[in-house]
Nanobody, 119 residues
């Protein structure tokens, strides 16, 4: 039951920006894919962005061009830069990792960090 610790969520106005951080308790080098996922009220958890150890990225269509995922293996950190935020981005954001693309999530889902976009 290893959890990642997400932080950085906040209440922000439409068009604003946030930078989310995800801290792992140990090395993440074995996680070929690290990613951010979100869950809005009444909806399923969905992929936001993923990044591989070689830098390849994958974004949900809804966030392409607005969000940027990055990882720092040396510091065991994963980041998500959220720009041009929209009402629809309101959700709890979680991070997790996969040893292989499309494989099972390695970490237990934590509490996530709340992003609320409101005017």
């Amino acid at each position: 039951q290893v959890h990642l610790v997400e932080s950085g969520g906040d209440l922000v106005q439409p068009g604003g920006s946030l930078r989310l951080s995800c801290a792992a308790p140990g090395r993440i080098t074995n996680m070929y894919v690290m990613g951010w996922y979100r869950q809005a009220p009444g909806k399923q958890r969905e992929l936001v962005a993923e990044i591989t150890n070689d830098g390849s990225t994958n974004y949900a269509d809804s966030v392409k061009g607005r969000f940027t995922i990055s990882r720092d293996n040396a510091e065991s950190m994963i980041y998500l830069q959220l720009n041009s935020l929209e009402f629809e981005d309101t959700a709890v954001y979680y991070c997790n990792g996969r040893v292989v693309t499309g494989g099972p999530f390695f970490y237990s889902w934590g509490q996530g960090t709340q992003v609320t976009v409101s005017s």
